[in-house]
């Protein structure tokens, strides 16, 4: 389960190699899970597909088989937070949220020159942060950009009621790459990961054309119209 959980989807091939087991063996172990309702396959996207056939199955765990991993004291979390919310407000819960995700990301420098490397090095670094405080983060990359993938998340349940929680990550996201970051799906909406697209390359900023305007216009010297020949009347 701890494999389905960090590198999932995965494929049952994909899972014997890494555990040294036949992918025959690993499928019942998959049914199971199934069966239980704690595990659940999909067809491989086309993109995904390595060589001829009908397209693998990819597993990953549900809301049930993450629930198995444990979700320590989340009535007492809750509880916690509402209480908080009656006496401060929604801004004690957002500055409770802001620290929280200080303390992940505590010694982590904001990231200096903006490079593709430089970027994708911090995003691992703000992943193994997390991984650390047991969200189970990876990160991997995707066209012009870079997913941390949190496959894991120890306060989903709480953070269900309490969006504040989500939304300090995505600004400490921000904040430590200097760049625009976008929630591309969480654990506390039903997803499978937490997970966050960060772009490698920085838009270029257009510089405006300037127009000419009544001043310039006033500015401009006069022409001279030639002479028609005929005098004045």
């Known amino acids: 389960m701890q494999l389905l959980l960090e590198q999932g989807p995965i494929t049952a091939t994909a899972i ?9 063996g690993v499928r019942r172990h998959l049914d199971a899970l199934i069966e239980s309702g704690e595990a659940q396959a999909a067809r491989s996207a086309r993109w995904q597909q390595q060589g001829r056939g009908r397209p693998a199955k990819q597993y990953q765990l549900t809301a049930a088989g993450r629930g198995r991993l444990g979700h320590t004291y989340d009535d007492l979390a809750g509880a916690a937070m509402r209480q908080l919310r ?5 801004s004690a819960i ?21 490079t593709p490397e ?11 942060a997390f991984t650390d405080a047991g969200f189970a983060a990876s990160t991997r990359k995707v066209g012009a950009g870079v997913q941390i993938c949190q496959h894991h998340c120890p306060v989903s349940h709480v953070a269900e009621e ?3 929680l989500c939304a ?9 790459l200097g760049t625009h970051v976008q929630r591309l799906a969480t654990i506390a909406n039903g997803d499978c990961a937490c997970t966050t697209h960060v772009p490698l390359f920085l838009p270029t900023p257009e510089i405006p054309t300037p127009e000419p305007n009544e001043t310039d216009a006033a500015a401009q010297p006069a022409v001279a119209r030639p002479n028609s020949g005929r005098s004045a009347q």
């Open 162 to 164: 309490f969006p504040e």
């Open 94 to 114: 957002t500055e409770f949220a802001r620290k929280r995700v200080g303390t992940i990301v505590a010694g982590i420098e904001a990231l200096g020159p903006h």
């Open 118 to 128: 430089t970027t994708a090095e911090k995003a691992h670094e703000i992943a193994e």
């Open 16 to 24: 014997g190699e890494r555990l040294g087991l036949s992918p025959a």
């Open 168 to 176: 300090a990550e995505l600004d400490a996201f921000r904040e430590l």
């Open 86 to 90: 009656e006496i401060g407000g929604e």
